[in-house]
């Protein structure tokens, strides 16, 4: 072994001898040129930079050994400045610029200039003659070719608003100069607005919004690239006023991301050809360092580009594009050639090398050999373990398919009884309909009568629906779902359902608009399923569009489809794409089964319809559904038939009779009379019928204060005074269980008792409320009268302790106060304690009162005096005042001092007005203590 290992410094010499020479062998290749040129780009984020670059390597690839180091400013001058001084520094043979900016951009170009480094100035030049050469567009000359183009537009007057890019450019004080000075020459157009877009998306759209809020109507619109026409273009596209303005870019990039696919595609009308002159500005630098003459300017021209022509540049550019591919497939090959003919220079070389080595090889595989063989066998080892885990695994795989299997069963005997159920339920609920549409017909029915009936009548259809839904669900999970297809008259089919729902928008004070433009109205559907769909998707905008909202539904057509479109400015939705998802509901906090919106997208689709939602948080949404025209999609589908007629009767109307019901009025409701010795009740529920049901049966014993959310209480609750709370638990922002655990931990509020009203009757629900300090726990559905007596029972038993407490006053007498207190929460425990310590504090200063007490126990004076009132009966003056005279009777009692210095000792500076007050309390005066 001491042989063996002696050889392997040899080797290793042999080694690097062999790779010394392959270097060498393969870097003499491409030296024809050894030039470094260094490229300062202001930014390489947006098509046309991504589009120079891309030709500047283009033709770097006819210059073998040519490299070129690009450096983006990302638009910052101090960071340009720093890449030109890096670059000086590094010593590159030729320095290509493209200004960030002329005036802080000149001093540094000059500078590398004067040391001898040639400059290509490209796209933008500097306030300086020391340059080499300029390669860049006409940019006069492109102002002046967009106002003629804007002319033939437009004609000899017009307006239009001007987006610049960067004005320290002179990109931009070129275009801008071209443009104003050409469109004064020829025409009476108008400049309206300007703003800077500084090149990008973000800035170009907020200059647009700036320039829509504060300038008159436009024509057209000039932006200093295709990024910002492009940006402009879809502002303007979400205004109908401002949908026809023309929008005109510069740049006119080939490619899916330039200007001239954007004019293809409508995103802009038209752009105005800037070349890059990458592929210029690496032949200028190749000629510059080889000694070949060259110009000092390299104007480049442009054109227009529009609808008229834009499809054959697009043509030539893939044509180009697909040259340039070739170029580059072909250098590739030539690369690859040249490392095949290397390595097998290589190879030559190294089977000497190999030679000498080989017994040290032999050795090593002789140990390799061995090693593998006991690997093998620990491999065959693992190899059975592993074979016996599959072996489990696939019996369990079986076990969890059977199980799978007994589960989709089960799922599947559920869903039948579910639905079975269902279907029982539509013969008690007709039994209840008619009775109700029955007494509801009668001419002496009071008004209350004719609420509590209208109230039944409404949600007993609203539980229809949703029967009626869940069969559909049921008919659809089993493929029985058949379709009748008629002829509709749309516009007017459409009108009816929109129709039902408007004395609800009147209610809501929610600006309701239809608009239908049709030039062919009569559409194949299946009317029953267009019905359900249109329903739900209305609905459910007025579900999440607040008073004072706008809904609208818009009918357009196209030569081959009809779209409608239903739109809300309600509270947005964030997960949009969800929303038609078998139980996605929007809101948890919201009611709902989660499978409307899923319905109508099955239904839309039966249909061969499509359906798609667009929504931003706060802002509203849009539901766009779109139907074939004609009927000829239809055949070959399975459960399809047809009928030739519309049976145009009062369906919908009697389908949606719950939304034309009458709304509670509550200038209307008969109330009684407010009593101002009724207790107060804060009423929180988000179901505006209940809550309105609720406030008309216990207005008779309460006076009643309304939050629709926890939110909205605390605020009340804030400026009015309430002495006990009935909240709702599942609403929306804040439900009843967070408003309760803000509720107790607040000790301006902690005193209110409050009451939990739900749905939600298991075990665990009731321990959350009361956990968080919940006085009483009133599972739906309900006793009216047990909850008004229980409201009743909770307000008489907190005076019964007020005069409890008045009689043993501030814990004095220790074992009733102690009493006493168990009756009360933690926080009024903490503050009834804090307020006595407070007092016997300052028990002797006569000067202490209600203001000093508010400061020292942390919270306002009319909070103090609501808190102390509603724990004790007491005004904090008249607590205050009875404190004294408890603690001054105890010192009588204790027979320790005189009447005087008693009095000053309880903060009375004036012995005789203490008699007169502890004789007013106690019915006798101190003496006879």
Known sequence: MKVFVGLYPNYLIIIAMVLGVFGCSTGQENQDYPYKIGFSQLTGDDAWRQTMHREMVGELLFYPGASLDIRDANYSNEKQIQDIEQFIEEGVDLLIISPNAIEPITSVVEKAYLQGIPIILVDRKIDSDLYTSYIGGDNHAIGEVAANYLVSLLGSSGRVVQITGDLAASAAQERKAGFEKKLQEISQIEIVGEANGYWVEDRARKAIQNLLRDNPPFDAVYAHNDVMA???????????????????????????????????????????????????????????LTGQPIKKEYILQTAAIDSTNARVLALQSEQLFGQQSKIEHQNKLISDQLLRFNAQQTILLLIGALLLIFLVLSLIIVK??????????????????????????????????????????????????????????????????????????????????????????????????????????????????????????????????????SHHAQVKKINYSFRADLREDLLWLDQDKTEKIFYNLIFNAFKFTGKGGTISVEISEEPDKVNIEIMDNGEGIADVEAIFERYYQVNTSSLGTGIGLSLCKQFTE??????????????????????????????????????????????????????????????????????????VLLLVEDNDDLRTYLKGNLSRDFKILEASNGTEALLILHGET?????????????????????????????????????????????????????????????????????????????????????????????????????KLSKTDVNFLNQVIDILNLNLNNSQFGVEELSEKVGISRIQLYRKVKSLTNYTPNEFIKTFRLKKAKEMLEEKNFNINEISMEVGFSNPSYFTKCFKKHFGYIPSDV
């Not at 004719?450 to 839904?469: C, D, E, F, P, S």
């Not at 047809?642 to 009025?665: P, Q, T």
């Not at 922002?733 to 408003?739: H, R, W, Y």
């Not at 300090?773 to 307000?795: E, H, Q, T």
């Open 230 to 288: 492009k940006a402009i273009k879809q502002e303007l596209s979400l205004l109908p006023a401002f949908q026809q303005v023309k929008v005109l870019g510069v740049d006119g990039l080939p490619g899916p991301e330039g200007g001239v696919a954007a004019v293809l595609d409508g995103h802009i009308d038209a752009t105005f050809l800037y070349p890059t002159g990458g592929d210029l500005a690496i032949k200028t630098a190749i000629d510059i």
């Open 368 to 501: 390799a050999y061995r090693s593998k063989l006991k690997a093998n066998a620990k491999l065959n080892k693992q190899n059975l373990a592993i074979e016996k885990q599959r072996r489990e695994l696939a019996e369990k795989h079986e076990s969890l398919i059977l199980l799978n299997n007994r589960f989709e069963e089960v799922t599947r005997a559920k869903m039948v009884f579910f639905a079975n159920i269902s279907h029982e339920f539509k013969t008690p609920l007709s039994l209840i309909l008619s009775p109700v549409e029955k007494l509801l017909s009668r001419p002496d029915l009071s008004y209350q009568d004719k609420q509590t009936y209208l109230l039944i009548y409404k949600h007993v259809n609203m539980l229809q629906r949703l029967i009626n839904q869940l069969l559909d669900f049921r008919k659809i999970e089993d493929d029985k779902m058949g379709m009748v297809i008629s002829p509709i008259p749309f516009s007017s089919f459409l009108k009816n359902i929109f129709n039902s729902f």
């Open 722 to 822: 309430a002495d006990i709370i009935l909240s709702d638990v599942k609403m929306p922002e804040m439900d009843g269980f967070q408003l309760c655990e803000a509720i107790k931990k607040d000790i301006n509020f902690s005193h209110i008792p409050i009451v939990l009203l739900t749905a939600k009757s298991e075990e665990e629900s009731r321990l959350i409320g009361i956990g968080l300090g919940a006085d009483a726990y009133i599972s739906k559905p309900f006793n009216l009268n047990l909850v008004s007596l229980r409201l009743r029972k909770m307000v008489e038993n907190r005076d019964n302790w007020k005069k409890a407490f008045q009689t043993n006053l501030l814990l004095t007498e220790k074992k009733e106060g102690e009493a006493a207190m168990r």
């Open 606 to 679: 039966m249909q061969k319809g499509h359906i798609f939602a667009e929504s931003q948080k706060d802002v509203g949404t849009v539901i766009s559904i779109s139907f074939l025209k004609g009927k000829s999609h239809f055949k070959g589908l399975k459960s399809v038939s047809f009928k030739d007629d519309f049976s145009d009767s009062n369906d919908i109307k009697e389908l949606y009779a719950e939304n034309s019901l009458f709304e509670y009025n509550e200038k209307e409701v008969a109330l009684p009379l407010i009593d101002d010795a009724k207790p």
